[in-house]
């Protein structure tokens, strides 16, 4: 158990839809960071929260938004849901400051199925 | 912008056929590498960070190195536990963005 814990495990969706993907870190972890694997693309990096703000941003379209909240939990919010969109949504969370142990530890990821 | 490749795609092995993945990486200024192992529908699973050139770190039958272009991940006497797929990626960069960048992966499969 990695301690990130995720919500739902699984989704299953019509194409227009909108969901919410729930994210909670490691206890003391403020960075958060999703990431989207599919078959053929591999993991690919959304987006990172620090601290409640945003840090970074990937290859995240724009029918995609995410926060991250005061408590540090994350929700990212998939709108227009398109087939394409199918695939599995990881959060991973770290220590997030300038320090050698900079490594993530995933959840186990939600499986969004847009049908 | 930060590259990572792995080689090869697919490796199958006899139980206790050692062997190497290999990941190659082009990245501005290395933070970290990172491997992880992942089974299938699952979260990767951290296995090591590296942080320069001539490092190693081992943990039961796996090794991981780094050179200043690559890192490799060695196998020694696998076991069918050890099937899974192992994800190489690197931190690059400066500031506060501490995204991953992750090669595709190899799929391990150890016979038994």
């Known amino acids: 158990d990695s301690g990130v814990t995720q919500t739902p495990k699984h989704l299953i969706t019509a194409t227009g839809q909108r969901v919410t993907l729930r994210c909670s870190p490691r206890?003391?972890?403020?960075?958060v960071y999703w990431y989207q694997q599919s078959l053929d693309q591999g993991l690919q990096f959304l987006i990172q929260?620090?601290?409640?703000?945003?840090?970074a941003k990937g290859n995240i379209l724009e029918r995609f938004s995410a926060q991250q909240f005061p408590d540090l939990h994350s929700e990212l919010n998939l709108s227009s849901l398109e087939l394409g969109d199918s695939a599995l949504y990881f959060c991973?969370?770290?220590?997030?400051?300038?320090?050698?142990?900079?490594?993530?530890?995933f959840g186990q990821g939600t499986r969004l199925t847009v049908v | 912008e930060d590259q990572v490749t792995q080689s090869p795609e697919a490796l199958r092995l006899q139980e206790g056929e050692s062997s190497s993945l290999n990941c190659s990486y082009t990245?501005?200024?290395?933070?970290?590498l990172f491997w992880y192992r992942q089974d299938p529908g699952k979260g990767p699973e951290f296995l090591f960070t590296?942080?320069?050139a001539g490092e190693e770190k081992e943990k039961e039958r796996l090794k991981a190195t780094l050179t200043k272009k690559e890192s490799f991940l060695h196998i020694t006497a696998p076991k069918p536990e050890d099937s899974a797929t192992y994800l190489c990626?690197?931190?690059?960069?400066?500031?506060?963005?501490?995204?991953?960048?992750f090669g595709k992966g190899t799929l391990l499969t150890v016979n038994p």
């Open positions: 991973a969370s770290s220590v997030g400051t300038v320090s050698l142990n900079t490594e993530a530890f």
């Open positions: 206890s003391g972890d403020l960075s």
């Open positions: 929260y620090y601290n409640g703000e945003e840090r």
């Open positions: 990245v501005s200024g290395l933070r970290g």
């Open positions: 590296l942080y320069s």
């Open positions: 990626a690197v931190q690059g960069g400066g500031g506060s963005n501490y995204k991953l960048t």
